[in-house]
């Protein structure tokens, strides 16, 4: 079976959303969004049947187990954002949902095409393909000033970011003469300036994908003004892409003298960390606190790739699948609360547990993921990264993580407190949609299944992580 396989099967699928958007008709278009999730979740059911082996394209394209597995990852995210967006009440959305959806399933094209190059030309295109239907998506409603504000903000540090990447990417290949990133590391010449300023200048275009401090500045804006569902799929699945080219460059581009690299990736994750958990306390708006809490994750996970190891690199794979059951299952819970309230401001969950216990239940549990709480799977998730790092010989990174775990509790237990304790401003139960209900509770049983038993998944993300080392 051929290697682009599940990206063929993405285009047959964008091909029929194109085609439901054409020949339907009326105010609520959103068949479109059902069209794209049975064709998702086929795709997430064909994957399973896919040989981790073929290679196109001489070399610059191929399907490995990291590949695989990312597109794995990448399919699921997309299917819960999928279902969580299809009760959005906005007029606007419900006439114009096969465009989003079709946005959406681009940029899903270009995160599948990027976790397999092998090549860094094909890996800047695929970004490319992978960001520019984000910066549309996340001003999908024209008409509001603020989404406006959030895509230009969003648009502007994407360029700059493409511009420093290409840069950087550009000096490697001079100093390499070589696009693929396995002659990248056959070839690499020791000690040369060019090559290490464009190797630092590639790092900081991926910081900035991945919103790692102090390349975060788009996102408390862009994740408050956007539609929460989008938001939930943005803070996970483009984050996921990041990391995986992250290991491909450094990790199979830059083989062993990665190692070099380890004080600066250990200090950017340490700044990361810090600067999230410290910026989210302050927080009453409940995106802008997810999105500073989801930059603070980011450096969680790159304390895992500073131990620059196969157990290091397996270890954030398993953080990336916490996360995207923790991290989405918070956001669709606040969609929930603000489609009810009209607000995603924290007091718009006080006594959520007294109107909707399940609802908070499913909150609860995001919450105490996130915080790394056991035993639900965040907590495995932070463990093992620390226990990569420590086996690294990274202990104050450790520590430093360890003590801003401490920290983000604060704010993740403000948010149990309104739920749980504090009187609800209004009477009267929340209801939520059934595909809005399913997403949560596809998030809630990611969760609670991971945190019980993450013993298949470990010694999955160990074999992936073994190809690359």
Not at 3 to 15: D, H, T
Not at 189 to 217: C, E, S
Not at 384 to 410: N, S
Not at 460 to 465: C, D, G, K, N, Y
Request: aromatic share 12%; with cysteine.
């Amino acid at each position: 079976m051929s290697a682009a396989a599940l990206e063929i099967g993405l285009a047959l699928v964008m091909l029929a959303v194109f085609a439901v958007g054409v020949i339907s008709r009326g105010d609520d278009r959103r068949i479109a969004g059902a069209v794209a999730g049975v064709g998702v979740l086929v795709l997430a059911i064909a994957s399973f049947f896919l040989d981790s082996s073929p290679v196109m394209v001489g070399g610059a394209f191929a399907l490995d187990g990291l590949a695989l597995f990312a597109k794995q990852l990448f399919l699921l995210a997309t299917l819960i954002g999928i279902l969580g967006s299809l009760s959005l009440p906005d007029p606007a959305f419900r006439r114009r949902a096969p465009e989003y959806y079709l946005l959406l399933l681009a940029s899903l094209l270009g995160m599948l095409v990027l976790v397999s190059a092998r090549d860094v030309v094909l890996l800047f295109v695929a970004f490319e393909l992978m960001s520019i239907p984000l910066y549309v998506l996340s001003g999908f409603l024209k008409r509001e000033a603020e989404a406006v504000e959030a895509a230009l903000k969003f648009f502007l540090v994407g360029t700059v970011s493409s511009a420093i990447l290409a840069y950087g990417l550009s000096f490697v290949y001079g100093a390499t003469r070589t696009t693929a990133l396995a002659g990248v590391a056959r070839s690499l010449p020791a000690g040369d300036p060019l090559l290490l300023l464009g190797l630092l200048l590639v790092l900081g275009g991926f910081g900035f994908k991945i919103a790692a401090f102090p390349f975060h500045m788009w996102v408390p804006d862009t994740y408050e003004a956007a539609s929460t569902p989008f938001v939930a799929w943005l803070s996970v699945a483009p984050k996921a892409a990041g990391f995986v080219a992250l290991f491909r460059v450094y990790l199979e581009g830059v083989g062993d003298r990665v190692a070099l690299w380890i004080p600066v990736i250990a200090g950017l994750a340490a700044i990361t960390m810090t600067a999230g958990n410290l910026m989210a306390l302050p927080q009453q708006n409940a995106k802008r606190l997810l999105a500073y809490s989801g930059v603070a994750h980011i450096g969680y996970m790159l304390v895992g790739f500073a131990a620059v190891s196969a157990s290091g690199t397996a270890m954030v794979l398993f953080y990336l699948v916490a996360y995207v059951f923790g991290n989405m299952g918070a956001f669709l819970v606040v969609e929930s609360v603000a489609q009810a309230e009209g607000s995603v401001h924290l007091n718009a969950l006080r006594g959520l547990a007294q109107r909707s216990p399940l609802l908070a239940l499913a909150m609860l549990l995001s919450l105490l993921s996130l915080g790394g709480i056991p035993f639900v799977a965040g907590f495995w998730a932070k463990l093992y990264v620390f226990w990569a790092a420590a086996q690294a010989g990274l202990y104050w990174l450790v520590l430093v993580g360890a003590v801003l775990t401490v920290v983000a509790l604060f704010y993740y237990l403000v948010l149990a407190r309104r739920m749980y304790i504090d009187a609800p401003e209004r009477p009267g139960r929340i209801r939520v949609s059934p595909p809005l209900a399913l997403a949560i509770l596809l998030c809630a049983l990611g969760v609670v299944g991971l945190g019980i038993y993450p013993k298949p998944l470990v010694e999955l993300t160990i074999r992936v992580a073994n190809g690359l080392f």
